[in-house]
């Protein structure tokens, strides 16, 4: 579905209601059972030059605090560098890397922690995550990029371009990313609505320790098998995605999605003016309405949703590669 351009009290009965749903989405998922955790279940990147469409290299370079981060790269032409979700790799965007590389000039980062790049056991901070992208940027030369950010990916290009501006960038596309994802004390039904927040501070908090305890796996399992995807999408693939996300230490990953949750980019939103398309779906646990939000504080921003039926989940760039890409080639031929 296309749109055009068109935004408590811990005491109270409604908040209490909203901490149990909260919890009960975010943390009961995690007993789902029959989870195996698997180390594969999808085919391998196949890595070479990294040059002609479709051929993926490895690269790596050093951040100014000594991080060795890593990225895939594939392609000629205007740059785009895609910036996954939190827990998630660069490798999850294979099908829009061969895709976009036949025009373009691909570069899917993992950030530190995140996949192939080290993990170490400081700066899992959303202003980190900007500089790193920043510095990823300088590295490669990349001038009027189109960044590409998913999930938590977004909150990174927000905090690039509150920290940093319009620096190398040349346009946007955010994918499925609340503008404030918990609920503090206060917040009226409208702004919830417009912010799409989903947390309680409670379950967040709650979750965190889940994922930082002895049974993070677990928990993780059931965010991804029990959250992330529709019910359609194949059990193999699902071991895939988990299996990426667990290359994350549990531990970082706990602290990192504190730190990415209680940040509020309403007020940086609002001061983006490069070409945007935001992309949403009726099956996310982030509200459409959110995302319209998004593409309504942007000048000449444009929205899509997906529908439940079409893969329309949090990753209905890997459910429906076909049409996500259709979709954002087209905003990128626009730009």
Request: charged letters at 20%; hydrophobic letters at 40%.
């Amino acid at each position: 579905m296309k749109q055009d351009n068109p935004a408590t009290n811990p005491s109270t009965p409604d908040q209490s209601k909203e901490q149990r749903l909260s919890r009960r989405l975010f943390l009961a998922s995690a007993a789902l059972a029959g989870t195996t955790l698997a180390n594969s279940g999808c085919a391998s990147i196949g890595l070479g030059g990294g040059v002609n469409p479709g051929e993926i290299k490895q690269g790596s370079f050093v951040t100014s605090d000594g991080v060795k981060l890593s990225y895939l790269e594939s392609g000629r032409g205007r740059p785009i560098v895609m910036v996954p979700g939190w827990s998630q790799t660069a490798a999850m965007f294979q099908d829009q890397i061969t895709a976009f590389s036949e025009n373009y000039r691909v570069i899917a980062v993992d950030m530190r922690g995140h996949g192939d790049s080290d993990k170490p056991k400081h700066g899992y901070r959303m202003s980190r995550l900007a500089t790193d992208l920043h510095e990823l940027l300088d590295n490669l030369g990349v001038s009027n990029a189109t960044l590409v950010g998913h999930s938590m990916g977004c909150s990174v290009i927000w905090a690039h371009w509150d920290l940093y501006g319009k620096h190398r960038t040349g346009s946007m596309i955010l994918i499925d990313q609340a503008p404030y994802t918990t609920i503090p004390p206060g917040m009226s039904d409208a702004e919830k609505a417009d912010a799409g927040a989903v947390f309680t501070p409670q379950a967040l908090y709650d979750t965190a320790a889940a994922l930082s305890g002895p049974d993070g796996d677990k928990t993780t399992a059931g965010l991804v098998n029990g959250m992330f995807f529709t019910k359609a999408y194949p059990a193999k693939k699902l071991e895939y995605a988990l299996a990426q996300n667990l290359k994350f230490p549990r531990k970082e990953a706990a602290k990192l999605l504190v730190d990415h949750c209680v940040q509020d980019w309403r007020d940086t939103i609002t001061r983006i003016n490069v070409p945007t398309l935001v992309v949403g779906a009726k099956g996310s646990f982030f509200t459409p309405a959110s995302q319209a939000w998004i593409a309504s504080k942007i000048p000449g921003a444009k929205v899509e949703i997906f529908e439940v039926d079409e893969g329309g989940s949090h990753f209905m760039f890997m459910e429906n590669p076909s049409k996500f890409n259709k979709i954002a080639l087209n905003f990128l031929k626009s730009v």
